[in-house]
């Protein structure tokens, strides 16, 4: 009997017993916090994204048809962002909340290590990322080709002449055309011409551009200028070529973007989290730095790099600007730390010097 007590209580059936329940309770709180704070940058995301939403929505001459592609292309990057801030600060406060409790603690007590219990936080990880690239799927909007975005504007505002029982335009926003509804009669599109100053317009009955937005196919196209006498020009079909950019054509297609931030998020997380363990961070203050300095320092390199002539071979910088401003946010913090316990050993006590 005294055997088996001995056995029933040694040390590797208490790790046996132990360790699963602790990773367990750790899981549990990675994915509690992961999922509100990308709750809550989701739900802020979505707040701005809504204020310049709200022209399109008061705007009279924009049916809400029009709106859908723009907000759509809001929400997939209201989502991209709360997933890429979110997870590595729920990380945070969830390895804090557990420093806290305690839970942490007995793991190591039973000879779990920080970079064991990081790697028994990978399952939770990858489940948010998969959410993630479902959503992101989901919502692709096309707003990364100018020229794909800007045609799906143009066709949702076409509809919007569809029954048309009197004559209503139909503006579309961020094109600079407008749609003329007749009823039973095709509608057309009409706008200045580029370049004319305000002195040239057109109409057609279709347009179609390319998808960098450098040119544009029109049909039952007619063009009229005003030099002192009015000139009209009509052609069955036109073809109109360089056009100055509109906007700038990511360099990740939307599936490789996503996979590359679902990537970057989900190692930087897990590196979170193995920083709040192995140094024993408890505080939500210190979470707060630890989980989104990484974040930020991502998303500001990958805006950069979109909007930069870097080769796409450069988006490895991302991932390598997240962990080296977790590395300096970790040091920095490690400092601080040591500066106030330096500080405090030093401090008077009860208000009289120790040297007196």
């Given amino acids: 009997m ?3 007590e001995k056995f029933l ?3 590797r ?3 046996l017993i132990m360790a699963p329940c602790g990773m367990k309770a750790l899981s549990r709180r990675a994915l509690k916090g992961a999922l509100w704070a990308a709750g809550v940058v989701l739900v ?11 022209p399109w929505l008061l705007a009279p001459d924009v049916p809400l048809e029009v709106s859908w592609p723009f907000a759509r292309a809001l929400a997939a990057a209201a989502t991209e962002t709360a997933y890429l801030i979110g997870v590595p600060l729920g990380f945070a406060f969830g390895m804090a909340r557990a420093t806290e409790a305690g839970e942490a603690r007995a793991l190591f007590a039973v000879g779990a290590s920080p970079a064991r219990l990081m790697l028994g936080l990978i399952p939770v990880g990858v489940a948010l990322t998969l959410t993630f690239l479902a959503a992101a799927f989901a919502w692709d909007s096309g707003a990364d080709r100018p020229g794909v975005f800007a045609g799906e504007l143009i066709t949702q505002a076409r509809g919007g002449c569809v029954g048309a029982e009197r004559p209503k335009s139909i503006v579309v926003p ?3 055309v407008t749609w003329l509804c007749f009823p039973g009669r095709a509608p057309r599109v009409s706008g200045p011409l580029p370049g004319s100053g305000g002195r040239a317009w057109f ?3 279709r347009l179609t551009p390319s998808e960098d937005l450098r040119a544009v196919d029109l049909e039952g196209l007619t063009l009229a200028a005003k030099r ?5 020009v009509h052609a069955k079909i036109g073809h109109v070529t360089g056009l100055p950019p509109w906007g700038r054509s990511a360099k990740l297609s939307p599936p490789l ?3 590359w931030v679902g990537a970057t998020t989900l190692l930087s997380s897990l590196w979170v989290a193995w920083a709040m363990l192995r140094f024993g961070f408890r505080s939500r203050a210190v979470a707060l730095i630890v989980g989104g300095a990484p974040s930020l320092c991502a998303l500001a390199a990958l805006s950069r790099f979109e909007q930069s002539d870097l080769p796409r071979a450069a988006v490895a910088v991302v991932p390598a600007a997240a962990l080296a401003a977790l590395g300096l946010a970790v040091l920095t913090l490690r400092i601080a730390a040591n500066q106030w316990r330096k500080r405090r050993r030093g401090a008077p006590l009860l208000g009289y010097s120790r040297r007196c």
């Fill in 2 to 4: 005294e055997m088996f």
């Fill in 9 to 11: 209580f040694s040390t």
């Fill in 13 to 15: 059936l208490r790790r």
């Fill in 44 to 54: 802020v995301a979505s707040g701005a994204g809504l204020v310049r939403l709200l």
């Fill in 174 to 176: 961020l094109v600079g």
């Fill in 203 to 205: 109409s057609a009955t």
């Fill in 228 to 232: 002192g006498i009015m000139v009209s």
């Fill in 257 to 259: 973007r996503a996979a």
